[in-house]
């Protein structure tokens, strides 16, 4: 089992920075990305980053969704199974619940990953 815990959530003004955390505890051997995902009130989740390392923690790809791209990093430890996203020049819509979750690979090929949600943070950027 895995457990996922969000951190550095908060309220900032537009233009403003925030850096979030996840951290992955438990059985982690196995697990080949994270994402940040975010829910704003009456909207669907929508994924806003991605670290994939496909079990190699030296290297991996990133990928981010076109309303954040250029604004916001995502990075992960070296030593620990963490995550950060860094948020620069925040926008009022960028207001929402932001969750974690962790990929952990199937037992066969052909099964989807099994998938670890963290129990999301709050970020408020007040125009």
């Known amino acids: 089992q895995v457990q996922v815990v969000e951190s550095g959530g908060g309220l900032v003004q537009t233009g403003g920075s925030l850096k979030l955390s996840c951290t992955a505890s438990g059985h982690t051997d196995d697990l080949f990305a994270m994402h940040w995902f975010r829910q704003a009130p009456g909207k669907e989740r929508e994924k806003v980053a991605t670290?994939?390392?496909?079990?190699?923690?030296?290297?991996?790809?990133?990928h981010y969704a076109d309303s954040v791209k250029g604004r916001f990093t995502i990075t992960r430890d070296n030593a620990k199974t963490t995550v950060h996203l860094k948020m620069n020049s925040l926008k009022p819509e960028d207001t929402a619940v932001y969750y974690c979750?962790?990929?952990?690979?199937?037992?066969?090929?052909?099964?989807?990953?099994?998938?670890?949600w963290g129990q999301g943070i709050q970020v408020t950027v007040s125009s």
């Open positions: 670290i994939n390392w496909s079990g190699d923690w030296s290297g991996g790809w990133t």
């Open positions: 979750r962790a990929d952990e690979f199937p037992p066969n090929v052909e099964s989807p990953p099994y998938t670890f």
